[in-house]
């Protein structure tokens, strides 16, 4: 069985930063790439950011210089490093990864964690 624990999120300051994880089980992490998506109320979900296996890395125009996702194979925990939190940056954040088994590929989605940014 799969899962995905985020924790990390809060309330912060405009300017402050925070430190979000995700721990996975059920998969072999080390060659599963893991994202960060955002869901503001109203919004879409959108892509934060993705690593990949091989440490290749992908960030939203939004965060870029200020966001920065990294792994640790050895803990199956992917992490999201945000350092100068605007009021925008204010939504629920899910880490995510997908498996592929044969020809098909199963999305996983944590719970999510809520990250307040006030002004």
């Known amino acids: 069985q799969v899962q995905l624990v985020e924790s990390g999120g809060g309330l912060v300051q405009d300017g402050g930063s925070l430190r979000l994880s995700c721990a996975a089980s059920g998969i072999e992490f080390s060659i599963n790439a893991m994202d960060w998506y955002r869901q503001a109320p109203g919004k879409q979900r959108e892509l934060v950011a993705a690593l990949s296996s091989g440490g290749s890395t992908n960030y939203a125009d939004s965060v870029k210089g200020r966001f920065t996702i990294s792994r640790d194979n050895a803990k199956n925990t992917a992490y999201l490093q945000m350092n100068s939190l605007r009021p925008e940056d204010t939504a629920v954040y899910y880490c995510?990864?997908?498996?592929?088994?044969?020809?098909?590929?199963?999305?996983?989605w944590g719970q999510g964690t809520q990250v307040t940014v006030s002004s």
């Open positions: 995510h990864t997908h498996v592929r088994r044969g020809y098909s590929t199963t999305d996983y």
